[in-house]
């Protein structure tokens, strides 16, 4: 088992549709949670950080956090065709310093 | 208003030779981090730096070494470069702590021929 778990998609929504991308993670220790965005050729860029069991809204962003489930998600509300990029979901893991990244969900937002 | 400064955005080099990725990071942060990002396989972690000269190995450190002089310079060693190293190669800062996320270098595509 990985131990941070995405679906590589791609996931296609239409223009001004919600996007939902999800994120399981292994070790049950773990206390940070982190979601990039990854442009084509780019390198990642941080869009949410949540640390506490719930939801946390930032513009059309909300990141949701269950860890009696040890899953994570990413909702993207109003999808645009410039929020089409590869989202990388990444875990700090209790005793470890580094963050755990999944290998990303490409999102692709139609016209 | 560029962060973090990796010295090549594009590397070709032959077999056997040794190779040097250099990344800057002009916001004093104490955390430094070398990733490479494969497809399919996402990024995996080399060698991370909690101080000067402080360093410890990640999930895939064989072939690399680092060195830490100075705060804001993390360098990644390539002793000898194999054709399996070609990958695209990150770095990245962070402030001490577990609630901190990355800022990424802009990367460095490595072709080993």
């Known amino acids: 088992q990985k131990e941070v778990e995405q679906n590589s998609g791609p996931l296609s929504v239409p223009e001004g549709a919600i996007a939902s991308l999800n994120c399981t993670y292994s070790d049950r220790g773990s206390q940070s949670f982190f979601w990039y965005r990854q442009y084509s050729g780019k390198s990642p860029e941080l869009i949410m950080s949540?640390?506490?069991?719930g939801d946390k809204e930032d513009g059309r962003f909300t990141a949701q956090l269950n860890k009696a489930s040890q899953y994570v998600s990413l909702l993207i509300r109003d999808s645009q065709p410039s929020d089409s990029a590869t989202y990388l979901c990444a875990v700090s893991r209790k005793g470890r310093r580094a963050l755990t990244f999944g290998s990303g969900t490409r999102l692709q937002v139609q016209p | 208003d560029v962060k973090v400064t990796q010295s090549s955005r594009y590397l070709v080099k032959r077999t056997g030779e040794k190779v040097f990725l250099e990344c800057v990071q002009d916001m004093d942060h104490e955390n430094m981090f070398w990733y490479r990002q494969d497809p399919g396989l996402g990024l995996r972690l080399i060698y991370f730096?909690?101080?000067?000269?402080?360093?410890e190995k990640g999930d895939i450190p064989e072939g690399y070494s680092v060195s830490r002089e100075k705060k804001e310079r993390f360098s990644l060693i390539l002793e000898s470069a194999s054709t399996n190293q070609t990958s695209m190669y990150l770095c990245?800062?962070?402030?001490?702590?577990?609630?901190?996320?990355?800022?990424f270098g802009s990367g460095t595509r490595l072709t080993v021929v």
């Open positions: 949540i640390y506490s069991n």
């Open positions: 990245a800062s962070s402030e001490q702590g577990i609630s901190y996320g990355y800022t």
């Open positions: 730096s909690y101080d000067v000269k402080m360093k």
